[in-house]
T-cell receptor
């Protein structure tokens, strides 16, 4: 069975602080994809990143970085120097390679205060 | 390129009425998904199609819900009769060939309110 756990329900930080959103997954598949999505207050779900299970290199995109560790089944997301516009719900998700279903975590609501 | 298109964006209806939500996936995508999002239950997968064929509808809550995909560029989710507990945001998402990439791209959602 597949499962995605985002243990942090809500996080509140002050602008310019760094923040890490945790994601732990469970799967029996040998190959899979991991994703992060952002849902700002406007409501749409925005795709942020895809990571293939073969590729454990960390990725950085501007203020965003992702740390994928297969050994601990984690795919954590760090926002450096957070901004108010980062306030949103962030979802981690998992999909087997070649599979149809994507399993979403419950989401972490991030509040960034000015 | 146009993203996933959903209509209407907002729907307010009375209990017992039929509601039809519409979705146009991204051109070239061959998988389509319907989700429902509520505060209580989070994001729930209702049904998904591959090449216009329903693959798994186990998430459809009741027989009042039905979904169709008559062609590669259009899908509907129908609720008949609607009930207040159906109030939620309904998202449609599409995805390209699984062998190439697995991420789903979501439409803006339809916010349904059943009075």
């Amino acid at each position: 069975a597949q499962k995605v756990t985002q243990a942090q329900t809500e996080i509140s930080v002050v602008e310019k602080e760094d923040v890490t959103l945790d994601c732990v997954y469970e799967t029996r598949d040998t190959t899979y994809y991991l994703f992060w999505y952002k849902q700002p207050p406007s409501g749409e779900l925005v795709f942020l990143i895809r990571r293939n299970s073969f590729d454990e290199q960390n990725e950085i995109s501007g203020r965003y970085s992702w740390n994928f560790q297969k050994s601990t089944s984690s795919f954590n997301f760090t926002i450096t120097a957070s901004q108010v516009v980062d306030s949103a719900v962030y979802f981690c998700a998992l999909s087997a390679t070649g599979g149809f279903k994507t399993i979403f975590g419950a989401g972490t609501r991030l509040f960034v205060k000015a | 390129d146009a993203g996933v298109i959903q209509s209407p964006r907002h729907e307010v209806t009375e209990m017992g009425q039929e509601v039809t939500l519409r979705c146009k996936p991204i051109s070239g995508h061959n998988s389509l998904f319907w989700y429902r999002q509520t505060m209580m239950r989070g994001l729930e997968l209702l049904i998904y199609f591959n090449n216009n064929v329903p693959i798994d509808d186990s998430g459809m809550p009741e027989d009042r819900f039905s979904a169709k995909m008559p062609n590669a560029s259009f899908s509907t989710l129908k609720i008949q009769p609607s009930e207040p507990r159906d109030s939620a945001v309904y998202f449609c998402a599409s995805r390209g060939l699984a062998s190439s990439y697995n991420e789903q791209f979501f439409g803006p959602g339809t916010r349904l309110t059943v009075l």
